[in-house]
């Protein structure tokens, strides 16, 4: 659903058309939606100077959990007899709102980890109870009414959805999409009577979409742990600990958590702020226009031809990892792994070329100097998220060239 107004149309049908088809839909967008956060995760982690900082693996965990998200939505899409479709997936950077419209009223930019940017990823990942009224009106077009939505459907469709995932985990590999992950921790759907605790195959997907509900914003009773999960901090809460320079720590006393009483439940042990290299936000060119007059300023530069091999390497190794994340689900059951390895592997090599090799390409100061003749209608979110005032380094644009 690329169509900004589809899946907002899309999630406003009425009940009695939230039929199968619906939630295959949905599931898709879903997906869209998951994977679309880990390029904005990603690219402020890799700003990070050294990568053994608190802050470094903050971001890292939820980057870890966001990928287990988009895996249960694949493997519920999967259990359904729906495609996984993953190689094509390219957001648009920079911009507002998640793909197909979704939470419109967030910025959306790859760029260095940054007071900013943190204020986006808290608003992102921010449960329903320290919203805004104005972001909780039911027309609004939230992540959280997407899931809802989902679950709502899933249940009023239980006897459908149930005889179509029996028949699917009933066929021989290779019949249907597959799932993956079970034995790593991805959440996957079983035939009830294969179950552990004999939990019905509907319960069994609640279950997985409330996983991707609770680890992002907390449980819902008002606080910002996922109670489910050992405890464990929300997404949420994780962006709020390096915002607040704190730990997640219930202050004393009967304080409810509200917008206003937040920064005293940020006052645990303290996170001090990193060392980030100060990359230039992504244009939505992928700096093609700022290459171009670096090329005429001087184009015998062997510098702009190691950068421009080193942009464009990263970018083939994201498209590798799209490619190899797609064959995990609808490859040969028995190559899902190999595949898998392969997605691991690249993305490691994906941080380092990053890390020691793009970002230590500094961006030209005359070419700073010219950013507003070079980029009339983005300069203004550019230097909204990069301090033009000191030296500038490029940062990976996450360009999959299967787009």
């Not at 930019?109 to 104005?134: A, C, G």
């Not at 595949?339 to 993305?347: P, Q």
Request: charged residues 25%; glycine residues 6%; contains cysteine.
């Amino acid at each position: 659903m690329s169509n900004s107004n589809t899946l907002i149309d899309h999630l406003n049908l009425p009940s009695k058309k939230k039929d199968l088809d619906w939630i295959k839909k949905t599931l898709q967008s879903a997906i869209e939606l998951e994977h679309a956060t880990l390029p904005l995760y990603l690219s402020t982690m890799f700003s990070l100077e050294v990568q053994n900082y608190t802050t470094y693996n903050l971001i890292r965990s939820v980057v870890m959990e966001e990928m287990v998200h988009m895996a249960i939505s694949c493997n519920i899409l999967s259990s359904l007899g729906g495609k996984p479709t993953i190689k094509n997936l390219s957001p648009k950077f920079p911009g507002h709102g998640l793909p197909g419209g979704v939470e419109p009223d967030i910025e959306v930019v790859l760029t260095r980890l940054s007071i900013p940017q943190l204020k986006n990823f808290m608003r992102l990942e921010s449960p329903t109870f320290l919203l805004p009224d104005e972001f909780k009106q039911e027309e609004y077009p939230s992540i959280g009414k997407l899931y809802g939505q989902l679950k709502d459907a899933i249940t009023n469709n239980a006897e459908e959805v149930t005889k179509i995932v029996r028949k699917v985990l009933s066929t021989p590999a290779d019949t249907f999409s597959n799932q993956v992950g079970d034995n790593i921790g991805f959440t996957i759907m079983q035939l009830k009577e294969d179950h552990p605790n004999n939990i019905s195959e509907v319960d069994q997907i609640i279950d997985g979409i409330n996983e991707i509900i609770e680890q992002g914003e907390g449980s819902e009773k008002g606080n910002l742990w996922a109670e489910s999960f050992e405890d464990e901090e929300s997404h949420y809460a994780r962006f709020g600990e390096i915002y607040y320079g704190g730990r997640l720590e219930k202050p004393l006393g009967d304080i409810k958590l509200t917008k206003e009483t937040e920064p005293k439940f940020f006052k645990g042990h303290k996170i001090s702020w990193p060392v980030v290299t100060n990359i230039l936000t992504i244009p939505s060119d992928g700096y093609q226009t700022l290459l171009k007059s670096y090329s005429s300023m001087d184009p015998k530069n062997t510098d702009l031809e190691a950068l421009t091999k080193a942009l464009d390497g990263f970018d083939l190794t994201y498209t590798r990892i799209m490619n190899d994340l797609d064959a995990m689900w609808n490859g040969p059951a028995a190559e899902s792994w190999k595949k898998f390895g392969a997605a691991v592997g690249a993305m490691m090599e994906m941080r380092v070329k990053s890390c020691f090799n793009i970002m230590r390409y500094e961006v030209p100061k005359n070419l700073i100097e010219n950013l507003k003749t070079i980029y009339p209608k983005e300069y203004d979110v550019l230097a909204r998220y990069t301090d033009l005032s000191t030296p500038v380094f490029f940062g990976p644009r996450f360009i999959n060239q299967n787009a």
